[in-house]
């Protein structure tokens, strides 16, 4: 792995597995059972120049939870770059205060340019339409877990994505991802004109996975394993895109769509915020509380992912279990009313 996670293309599946595996041991201190100061004196610098509620907290309480401290900024507005300072005099200013920046900009190709001018670790948040790294490795992370507890294996699973493919960058690092294990099934489901791009398309099907396009849920996916669908990108379209589109609803993953056309071992993911105004027609809430619905089960896998991509970009992980204390204070067994027991 290189000093900086820019893109899953900088991963091997040996370097995936690696971090998968320091995940799961982050989930003491992730579940709020146990104590680390392992990062004590270290600083995170959290730029983020585009909205965000989980990668930016998410990153924040991963690296306080190794014992480090957070500094945060957030919207052009309270940055410097409002007064027209670049990316490269940003980063190498930056990296004179901390030890490992996390950055998210609404422009492909920022945070690699930022990330140039730098040797303190930077990983990617999100950077425009194009990639979300640490958010692939969690939902990766979450298959894993939620398969292992169905008793299901990667290899042969059949996966739908669905959504807005050309926009979301978190299907675009995923696939990348799932496309270095063993050979599955990937069905791809877009509005027409946000399909996935085809690059990625003949880049998993040349890696050996039967891919297939369809224009419509309206189908048997009784072999489905997991259903990951996306929120509709607004702010990424075009003027002359945004003007009439509205998403029907016979791409919303719902209730009924699950119960008639999925089995009762199909999880949903979504990498979340799901739009719940009424014509977003996105992930519908009425399969809240259903044990399917794996998406808080996947918010919360992005603590220890992060903390393991934290744990092995300034190389503490194998610290870790040297400095473990037991919490000192109350913690509920579930986290949320809704939870399922597992
Ligand atoms: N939160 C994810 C992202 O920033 C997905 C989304 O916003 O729809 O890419
Ligand atoms: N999944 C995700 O990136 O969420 P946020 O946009 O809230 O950070």
Not at 253 to 277: E, G, N, Q, Y
Not at 288 to 294: E, M, Q, T, V, Y
């Amino acid at each position: 792995m290189s000093s900086h996670l820019l893109s899953v293309d900088s991963l091997s599946r040996d370097h995936v597995d690696h971090l998968l595996r320091v995940a799961a041991r982050m989930e003491p201190i992730a579940q709020r059972r146990q104590v680390t100061r392992v990062l004590e004196g270290a600083v995170l610098g959290n730029l983020f120049f585009e909205a965000s509620t989980r990668t930016r907290v998410s990153f924040n309480a991963a690296f306080c939870r190794l014992g480090g401290s957070v500094c945060d900024t957030t919207g052009f507005t309270f940055s410097s770059m409002a007064k027209g300072e670049s990316l490269y005099d940003t980063s190498r200013v930056m990296s004179g205060y901390c030890d490992a920046i996390v950055m998210r900009h609404p422009e492909q190709g920022s945070v690699a340019e930022f990330a140039a001018a730098t040797h303190v670790p930077v990983i990617n948040g999100g950077d425009g339409p194009g990639e979300h790294p640490s958010q692939a490795l969690l939902d990766l992370y979450t298959i894993d877990k939620e398969f292992t507890r169905l008793g299901k294996s990667l290899a042969g699973a059949h996966v739908l994505l669905t959504g807005d493919l050309r926009y979301g960058r978190t299907v675009h690092s995923l696939i990348k991802l799932l496309s270095l294990y063993a050979p599955m099934r990937l069905t791809l489901v877009a509005p027409p004109g946000l399909e996935m791009p085809s690059h990625l398309i003949d880049l998993v099907a040349s890696r050996g996975h039967r891919v297939e396009q369809r224009d419509s849920l309206a189908s048997d996916f009784s072999d489905l394993d997991v259903v990951y669908t996306t929120r509709i990108q607004k702010e990424r379209f075009t003027a002359e895109m945004s003007e009439g589109f509205s998403l029907s609803r016979d791409f919303t993953v719902d209730r009924a769509f699950l119960d008639a056309r999925c089995s009762d071992t199909t999880i949903v993911m979504h990498p979340l915020p799901r739009d719940s105004r009424p014509d977003a027609n996105d992930l519908d809430v009425d399969l809240n509380g259903d044990p399917r619905l794996a998406i808080f089960r996947q918010t919360d896998n992005g603590i220890p992912v992060r903390m393991a991509i934290f744990a092995t970009l300034l190389q503490v992980e194998e610290l870790i279990e040297k400095d473990l204390r037991p919490v000192r204070w109350f913690v509920p067994g579930r986290v949320g009313v809704d939870d399922a027991p597992f």
